[in-house]
């Protein structure tokens, strides 16, 4: 049976019901079809932000079922997406180590803070503020994010690392410049990966391309031992200038933790000061001075060493055996009689005890058995000023993205969508996926597409999604251990090429010049300040925004004149004769306090253009709108031509019109004898108050 509409306000999964048996089996298929793609793309996309592989799966689990059942579309597929992983990792990477303890904690904090952000707007049904992103800002910054997406993930294709700095297209720099570095091992890896998904999509696009690939890469890396990883002390490192980079390295970590330990000290007896002798205390503003210092010191010191372990990070060795201990020389500086292994290997990460390095391929590890640990986000009170205008760009973004999905797929079904709850059911998802280890998420074009191919008929099908994502947590782990990190950057790379749409852009400029320079200042502006990403689109948005209030600041206003069939039409584009009894005038646009001075010269230079005409008639089809500015404005008008002999007539007035002009006492004013219902009614009332003698004068109406 069905339930009732009060119960379904509450639980909008409960529309699902009842449900038949083909339904179900429709259900459990499209499901299963969807983990097929979105377990490796999870994993995928949760390195893409920054975190652990396995960080996906836990993206995938919870959230994906609770996005279902609290949103509005039936076959709505959420999840990691590339945008919202892209502008995850853009925000954090600033604050702290991509992949550290820390960097995760932020990772799920954002979870939250997005989550709550989409909530509370879809609570109090504020779903039209993505209005404020328009389609043409949305273009230009998803061109450019799918661009950075994918330079960023040429380093993993390669093998090559990639530095992290506050300017992308420096790191993209150093990794074209290693290009002669590229371990041919990892690049087949990912080539072979790229051509199997192409090839089934081309061919074939029913079968789960992305698994195939997945598959039967982690299957040859396996079988061909792909990766090779090995341990060594900074005194196994032959190279004096790595051996200098990584005792500078040390010694600066010493002092990072030193000063950590510092601040901790030093921000548990300011909380006691304020308690004590108050916030403005000579001591407290003392030692937050100290503070301040101490965090200065300490992001100077984070940042050398971030430059340190790029350096290091692309330095390679060859590994030779003296004596039976393993030691490393830069490459091409083996002694004569000495020979290396024959691989190449990079130090993956440095430490005070022992190094990390690299000879063979990447891949993604043990990934942990089980359910995420389930628990309320640690906070971190001193990143949440950081993160707010984060939150809200991934919020705001991550919900117009779902949207657009949502709608496109009801134009197909015919369901109704209801943007609010949407905003509901992905704020709950991100909520729910923060207590789950899980990062921001949205909707997913490719796996909602896949969805609905897949028969999909309501929300079950997610439901059943993430039940088979749960049983790849708990059984199926051990299989991803040798998934390599070149696969999932080609999963990667195949996803965003389709985000990158350049006719788009063309189309918002043949639309409107002014949408298209929003486009491609917003694609040039994102490009730039890549890794923030978020700066880009709050430019694009700013300007468009700001376009658009001087569009409206400067509305065409016509002078009308009668054309050969009768109607009136601009007099100067069809080159018509004025009139010597009346001034006709347009005005198409909202009259209000950003116009109004434009709406007072345009009158008055039209009028005085015809000094004759002792009518002037204001046609007011085009005007939507008057506030208080656009009142006052035409109230001094009426009576300053009325003071000079002029008569101000108008026509075509909208009720929200009339409404402000008799609420503001203008229409007792103008009276009602001066407002007619259309254009040739006034014209006609006109003529017939101005007598006979002005014979055929260019605007009187044409006889019936």
Same mark, same amino acid.
């Given at each position: ?66 996005? +279902? ?6 076959? *709505?597929?959420?999840?990691?997406? /590339? @945008? $919202?992983?892209?502008? =995850? !990792? #853009? ?107 192409? +090839? ?6 029913? *079968?789960?391309?992305?698994?195939? /690939? @997945? $598959?039967?890469?982690? =299957? !040859? #890396? ?107 020389? +830069? ?20 430490? #005070? ?352």
């Amino acid at each position: 049976m069905a339930f009732p509409p009060v119960f379904q306000k509450f639980l909008p999964f409960l529309r699902w019901f009842p449900m038949g048996g083909p339904t179900i089996r429709a259900d459990f298929i499209a499901g299963l079809t969807v983990a097929l793609v979105l377990v490796p793309q999870s994993m995928a996309y949760a390195q893409l932000a920054g975190l652990p592989a396995y960080y996906g799966l836990y993206a995938a689990f919870l959230p994906v079922i609770v996005a +279902a059942m609290w949103g509005s579309s039936n076959q *709505l597929g959420t999840g990691p997406v /590339a @945008v $919202a992983s892209l502008l =995850t !990792a #853009s925000s954090l990477t600033p604050l702290a180590a991509p992949g550290s303890e820390q960097f995760v904690v932020l990772a799920v904090m954002l979870a939250l803070m997005v989550g709550i952000v989409q909530l509370a707007l879809g609570v109090f049904k504020l779903g039209v503020i993505v209005n404020f992103l328009s389609h043409p800002v949305i273009v230009g910054f998803t061109n450019a994010a799918a661009m950075i997406i994918g330079l960023s993930q040429v380093n993993k294709l390669i093998g090559v690392p990639m530095g992290r700095s506050e300017h992308f297209i420096e790191d993209i720099w150093g990794v074209v410049k290693q290009v002669g570095d590229t371990h041919w091992p990892t690049l087949a890896m990912g080539a072979v990966a790229i051509a199997i998904m192409w +090839a089934i999509r081309r061919r074939a696009p029913k *079968l789960p391309g992305v698994l195939i /690939a @997945v $598959a039967v890469t982690t =299957t !040859a #890396s396996w079988l061909i031992g792909f990766e090779r990883n090995d341990t060594a002390t900074v005194e196994q490192i032959m190279e004096p200038e790595a051996k200098a980079l990584l005792a500078d390295f040390g010694r600066t970590e010493t002092r990072i933790a030193e000063i950590n330990a510092d601040i901790t000290a030093k921000s548990a007896a300011l909380k006691k000061l304020h308690v004590e002798k108050g916030e403005l205390s000579h001591d407290a503003i003392t030692i937050n001075y100290e503070i301040e210092l101490a965090r200065l010191q300490l992001k100077d010191r984070e940042d050398e060493n971030r430059r340190r372990n790029r350096a290091i990070r692309s330095m390679v060795f060859e590994k030779v055996s003296l004596d039976g201990t393993p030691r490393y020389f +830069a490459l091409g500086r083996v002694p004569a009689e000495h020979s290396s292994d024959g691989r190449r290997w990079r130090i993956a990460k440095a430490g #005070s005890d022992k190094l990390k390095l690299v000879g063979g391929g990447e891949v993604v590890g043990k990934v942990p058995e089980g359910l995420p640990p389930v628990g309320l986000p640690k906070i971190s009170w001193d990143m949440l000023g950081s993160l707010i205008s984060a939150a809200i760009v991934i919020s705001l973004v991550g919900f117009m993205e779902a949207i657009s999905i949502a709608k496109a797929i009801a134009a197909k079904t015919k369901q109704k969508i209801d943007p609010n709850q949407e905003l509901v059911g992905q704020g709950l998802a991100n909520l729910v996926g923060s207590l789950t280890q899980s990062f921001p998420v949205s909707g997913s074009f490719s796996r909602s597409a896949v969805n609905i191919n897949a028969g999909a008929k309501t929300g079950l099908s997610s439901v059943f999604t993430g039940l088979f994502v749960l049983l790849t947590l708990l059984f199926l782990t051990p299989l991803l251990y040798h998934l390599p990190q070149a696969v999932l950057a080609a999963v990667i790379i195949m996803a965003v090429i389709g985000l990158i749409n350049f006719d788009a852009v063309k189309h918002a400029w043949h639309a409107n010049k002014h949408d298209g320079i929003a486009a491609v200042v917003t694609f040039v502006a994102t490009l730039a300040a890549a890794p923030h990403l978020d700066n880009g689109i709050m430019v694009g948005a700013g300007l468009a925004i700001g376009l658009y209030l001087y569009r409206t600041m400067s509305p065409r206003v016509a002078i009308l004149g009668r054309f050969h069939d009768g109607t009136l039409r601009d007099a100067r584009i069809n080159n018509l004769p004025a009139s010597d009894v009346v001034t006709a005038v347009r005005f198409d646009g909202r009259l209000y306090f950003a116009n109004v001075a434009y709406f007072e010269d345009a009158i008055l230079e039209a009028v005085a253009a015809n000094p004759k005409a002792k009518y002037l008639l204001v046609v007011g089809d085009g005007i939507n709108e008057l506030d208080a500015s656009g009142e006052e404005v035409m109230h001094h008008i009426v009576q300053r031509l009325n003071g000079n002999g002029v008569t101000v007539v108008f026509s075509g007035l909208k009720k929200q019109v009339i409404d402000v002009m008799r609420a503001t006492g203008l229409f007792e004013v103008i009276t009602q004898d001066n407002v007619f219902a259309t254009a040739d009614l006034a014209l006609a009332a006109i003529y017939a108050r101005h007598g006979d003698h002005a014979g055929e004068d260019a605007l009187r109406p044409v006889a019936a």
